[in-house]
């Protein structure tokens, strides 16, 4: 199962953001894609952050009690980012996954260029295809 490759599993199309962005679009862009977190991104497609759901939900509860604009995006991002690299084995990603609270993962190259994302679902399904053709073969 090492040779299970991120790449071969990730999300190419992931939604991202970017730190300039006002919550209420970002928000749209998370009820329209059905997505539970993306990552922030610059001009030049660098990592800068991620945002969450559970971040805007936060914020909007803030802001409906005091009855004030909802900030922007680089004010509730995570600026800390567990992150992968496309090469890293989806074996240890699910180890990490077990161990750190992130669901999702911004996949970047060694330059920090976002590539995608890869999620907890992925991850499951990449364990579970491997076993059922493993199981497969051995019949």
Not at 26 to 39: H, V, Y
Request: charged content about 25%; some cysteine; aromatic content about 8%.
């Amino acid at each position: 199962m090492e040779s299970l490759q991120v790449k071969d599993y990730m999300n190419h199309y992931p939604v991202t953001f970017t730190p300039d962005m006002v919550i209420e679009e970002a928000s749209l862009r998370f009820l329209k894609t059905k997505q539970i977190g993306g990552p922030v991104v610059n001009d030049k497609n660098k990592l800068v952050g991620f945002l969450s759901e559970s971040d805007i939900m936060r914020k909007m509860i803030e802001s409906s009690y005091y009855s004030e604009h909802i900030s922007d995006v680089a004010q509730l991002m995570s600026s800390d980012v567990l992150a992968v690299k496309p090469y890293d084995s989806v074996l240890d990603l699910a180890e990490k996954m077990l161990c750190n609270k992130p669901k999702v993962y911004p996949v970047i190259d060694d330059d920090d260029h976002l590539l995608g994302t890869i999620c907890r679902n992925d991850v499951l399904m990449a364990m579970d295809k491997h076993l059922r053709t493993k199981f497969q073969a051995s019949k």
